[in-house]
């Protein structure tokens, strides 16, 4: 019995600390859904948690100031450095779509191979890396919009040998921010 009404004391301190921090701090739309809001409804398929946040004063946690940039560089190796995110790697070998990896290495060894870029408005701001992995060049290897898209207003961008490229999503359509040539 102790855990229990433990554990209902702890809910209902946090649930003050949350009530008062969304009182104190403007989340941006879409973040948390009210409807969801009830004991142990809050999980991650219910954040968005790809929003960028813009916090005014201190950030702390456990004591340890989080937003101060000094206080992280004095803090020592136990501080994780954004470097060590790893990030979703896609191999394409024929026809792909963009799906939640940001990064594609294709291959054109065997066959041409096609990367059909998301929507951009709906993908604002999001960058997608490109390298074409492959030495043979008897085969295309293509990143391509879908039908009502554009990539610096045409359909598409053919990457020769060993060449590279990184793309960024805009309101209107998606455009080539660096495209590397082959070592």
């Not at 989340?27 to 969801?36: E, M, Q, R």
């Not at 059909?116 to 701001?125: D, E, Q, R």
């Not at 879908?146 to 455009?175: P, R």
Request: with cysteine.
């Amino acid at each position: 019995m102790p855990s229990r009404s433990l554990n209902r004391r702890e809910y209902g301190e946090f649930k003050q600390m949350l009530e008062q921090a969304l009182l104190e701090i403007r989340l941006p739309s879409g973040i948390v859904d009210t409807n969801n809001i009830v004991p142990g409804a809050i999980r991650p398929n219910n954040c968005k948690l790809d929003a960028t946040w813009n916090f005014r004063g201190t950030v702390s946690a456990g004591g340890t100031v989080l937003n101060n940039l000094s206080t992280q560089a004095d803090a020592g190796p136990e501080v994780k450095n954004a470097s060590n995110t790893v990030n979703e790697v896609v191999e394409v070998n024929g026809r792909a779509n963009v799906g939640t990896a940001d990064i594609y290495f294709m291959n054109a060894l065997k066959q041409t191979v096609t990367l059909i870029l998301p929507i951009a408005s709906k993908n604002i701001g999001r960058k997608i890396y490109v390298k074409r992995v492959d030495k043979d060049q008897t085969n295309l290897c293509r990143v391509l919009t879908t039908v009502a898209g554009k990539l610096d207003g045409t359909d598409g961008v053919e990457l020769n040998v060993q060449e590279s490229v990184i793309l960024i999503a805009s309101f209107t359509q998606w455009h080539v921010f660096s495209l590397d040539f082959k070592l």
